[in-house]
Protein backbone atom coordinates (compact mmCIF):
# COMPACT_ATOMS: atom_id res chain seq x y z
CA UNK A 1 0.00 0.00 0.00
CA UNK A 2 1.23 3.22 -1.11
CA UNK A 3 1.10 6.01 1.38
CA UNK A 4 -0.46 9.40 -0.62
CA UNK A 5 1.83 12.26 0.01
CA UNK A 6 5.17 10.67 1.03
CA UNK A 7 7.79 12.91 1.27
CA UNK A 8 10.37 9.66 2.21
CA UNK A 9 13.19 11.92 1.98
CA UNK A 10 12.49 15.26 3.12
CA UNK A 11 14.71 18.16 2.57
CA UNK A 12 14.74 19.40 5.95
CA UNK A 13 12.96 17.17 8.56
CA UNK A 14 13.15 20.17 11.55
CA UNK A 15 10.42 21.58 8.95
CA UNK A 16 8.05 18.46 9.77
CA UNK A 17 8.07 19.01 13.50
CA UNK A 18 5.49 21.61 13.79
CA UNK A 19 3.51 19.96 11.60
CA UNK A 20 3.39 16.53 13.73
CA UNK A 21 3.48 18.30 16.69
CA UNK A 22 -0.15 20.09 15.68
CA UNK A 23 -1.23 16.65 14.44
CA UNK A 24 -0.31 15.48 17.63
CA UNK A 25 -2.26 17.92 19.53
CA UNK A 26 -5.44 16.71 17.99
CA UNK A 27 -5.43 12.97 19.58
CA UNK A 28 -3.56 14.62 23.12
CA UNK A 29 -3.97 12.31 25.70
CA UNK A 30 -5.68 9.51 23.60
CA UNK A 31 -2.95 6.70 23.85
CA UNK A 32 -5.52 4.68 21.73
CA UNK A 33 -4.68 6.57 18.75
CA UNK A 34 -1.53 5.64 18.94
CA UNK A 35 -1.11 3.56 16.02
CA UNK A 36 -2.69 6.34 13.76
CA UNK A 37 -0.42 9.09 14.66
CA UNK A 38 2.88 6.68 13.94
CA UNK A 39 0.95 6.38 10.59
CA UNK A 40 1.17 10.26 10.07
CA UNK A 41 4.39 10.35 11.54
CA UNK A 42 5.72 7.59 8.67
CA UNK A 43 3.90 9.46 6.13
CA UNK A 44 5.57 12.80 7.04
CA UNK A 45 8.41 11.35 7.40
CA UNK A 46 9.35 8.33 5.69
CA UNK A 47 10.47 6.47 8.87
CA UNK A 48 9.75 6.90 12.64
CA UNK A 49 13.23 9.03 14.11
CA UNK A 50 13.48 9.18 17.48
CA UNK A 51 12.88 12.57 18.42
CA UNK A 52 8.86 11.51 17.13
CA UNK A 53 8.90 8.44 19.01
CA UNK A 54 9.47 10.75 21.77
CA UNK A 55 6.72 13.91 20.89
CA UNK A 56 4.04 10.53 20.21
CA UNK A 57 4.73 9.34 23.55
CA UNK A 58 4.74 12.66 25.30
CA UNK A 59 1.59 13.68 24.06
CA UNK A 60 -0.69 10.58 23.86
CA UNK A 61 0.51 9.66 27.45
CA UNK A 62 2.15 5.98 26.92
CA UNK A 63 5.31 5.16 27.47
CA UNK A 64 8.31 5.51 24.83
CA UNK A 65 8.66 1.57 25.39
CA UNK A 66 4.82 1.30 24.17
CA UNK A 67 5.40 3.52 20.79
CA UNK A 68 8.63 1.35 20.20
CA UNK A 69 7.00 -2.01 20.69
CA UNK A 70 4.21 -0.94 18.56
CA UNK A 71 6.32 0.32 15.86
CA UNK A 72 8.90 -2.22 16.14
CA UNK A 73 6.15 -4.95 16.13
CA UNK A 74 4.24 -3.66 12.60
CA UNK A 75 6.23 -4.39 9.07
CA UNK A 76 4.42 -0.48 8.11
CA UNK A 77 6.89 1.20 10.27
CA UNK A 78 10.71 1.90 9.99
CA UNK A 79 12.91 3.23 12.53
CA UNK A 80 15.50 3.62 9.71
CA UNK A 81 15.07 6.29 7.29
CA UNK A 82 13.45 4.66 3.73
CA UNK A 83 14.33 5.36 0.15
CA UNK A 84 11.58 6.64 -1.96
CA UNK A 85 11.14 3.31 -3.81
CA UNK A 86 11.10 -0.16 -2.20
CA UNK A 87 13.01 -2.54 -4.21
CA UNK A 88 11.66 -6.08 -3.10
CA UNK A 89 13.31 -8.92 -4.37
CA UNK A 90 10.79 -12.80 -4.44
CA UNK A 91 13.05 -15.43 -2.63
CA UNK A 92 10.23 -18.10 -2.56
CA UNK A 93 11.05 -21.42 -3.63
CA UNK A 94 10.46 -20.78 -7.89
CA UNK A 95 12.12 -17.36 -7.44
CA UNK A 96 15.27 -18.53 -5.47
CA UNK A 97 15.64 -21.26 -8.14
CA UNK A 98 15.45 -19.56 -11.06
CA UNK A 99 17.84 -16.72 -9.47
CA UNK A 100 16.63 -14.70 -6.50
CA UNK A 101 19.41 -14.98 -4.40
CA UNK A 102 22.27 -13.56 -7.77
CA UNK A 103 19.94 -10.92 -8.29
CA UNK A 104 20.19 -9.86 -4.12
CA UNK A 105 23.48 -10.36 -4.55
CA UNK A 106 23.58 -7.87 -7.77
CA UNK A 107 21.62 -5.39 -6.36
CA UNK A 108 23.91 -5.02 -3.08
CA UNK A 109 26.77 -4.46 -5.50
CA UNK A 110 25.46 -2.05 -7.52
CA UNK A 111 23.38 -0.22 -5.24
CA UNK A 112 25.99 -0.55 -2.17
CA UNK A 113 23.50 -1.70 0.43
CA UNK A 114 22.64 -4.88 2.22
CA UNK A 115 19.28 -5.58 2.42
CA UNK A 116 17.21 -4.16 4.80
CA UNK A 117 19.06 -1.04 4.21
CA UNK A 118 18.95 2.31 2.11
CA UNK A 119 21.15 3.98 -0.18
CA UNK A 120 22.61 7.37 0.95
CA UNK A 121 20.78 9.10 -1.17
CA UNK A 122 17.48 7.19 -0.03
CA UNK A 123 16.16 6.71 -3.64
CA UNK A 124 16.21 3.07 -3.05
CA UNK A 125 15.76 0.66 -0.14
CA UNK A 126 16.63 -2.85 -0.60
CA UNK A 127 14.51 -5.79 0.67
CA UNK A 128 13.65 -9.25 -0.13
CA UNK A 129 10.61 -11.07 0.69
CA UNK A 130 9.62 -15.11 0.45
CA UNK A 131 6.67 -15.11 -2.37
CA UNK A 132 5.22 -12.66 -4.34
CA UNK A 133 2.58 -14.69 -5.81
CA UNK A 134 3.93 -15.16 -9.11
CA UNK A 135 5.74 -18.25 -9.31
CA UNK A 136 5.15 -18.03 -13.17
CA UNK A 137 7.45 -14.85 -13.34
CA UNK A 138 9.99 -16.22 -11.44
CA UNK A 139 12.41 -14.61 -10.45
CA UNK A 140 10.52 -11.44 -9.41
CA UNK A 141 11.68 -8.27 -8.52
CA UNK A 142 8.75 -5.31 -7.23
CA UNK A 143 9.88 -2.01 -7.10
CA UNK A 144 7.23 -0.22 -5.37
CA UNK A 145 3.68 -1.44 -7.02
CA UNK A 146 5.83 -2.51 -10.50
CA UNK A 147 5.98 -5.97 -10.71
CA UNK A 148 8.99 -6.98 -12.95
CA UNK A 149 9.20 -10.39 -14.36
CA UNK A 150 12.14 -13.20 -15.38
CA UNK A 151 14.29 -10.72 -13.93
CA UNK A 152 18.50 -11.17 -14.70
CA UNK A 153 21.25 -9.21 -13.64
CA UNK A 154 21.71 -7.49 -16.59
CA UNK A 155 18.73 -6.02 -16.82
CA UNK A 156 19.03 -4.22 -13.41
CA UNK A 157 20.54 -1.16 -14.45
CA UNK A 158 17.63 -0.18 -17.09
CA UNK A 159 15.45 -0.79 -14.67
CA UNK A 160 16.64 0.82 -11.53
CA UNK A 161 16.95 3.88 -14.02
CA UNK A 162 12.76 4.11 -14.60
CA UNK A 163 12.86 5.73 -10.78
CA UNK A 164 14.56 8.66 -9.56
Known amino acids: MKEQGCTCA ?84 ACYVRGGQKIVEYLEKDLGVRVGDTTKDRRFSLNEVRCVGACSLAPAVLIDEDVYARVEPARISEILDKYE
Open 10 to 93: PINEEELYPEMARYIDQHRGNPNALITVLHRAQSLFGYLPRKVQEMVAEGLSVPLSEVYGVATFYAFFSLVPRGRHEIRVCLGT
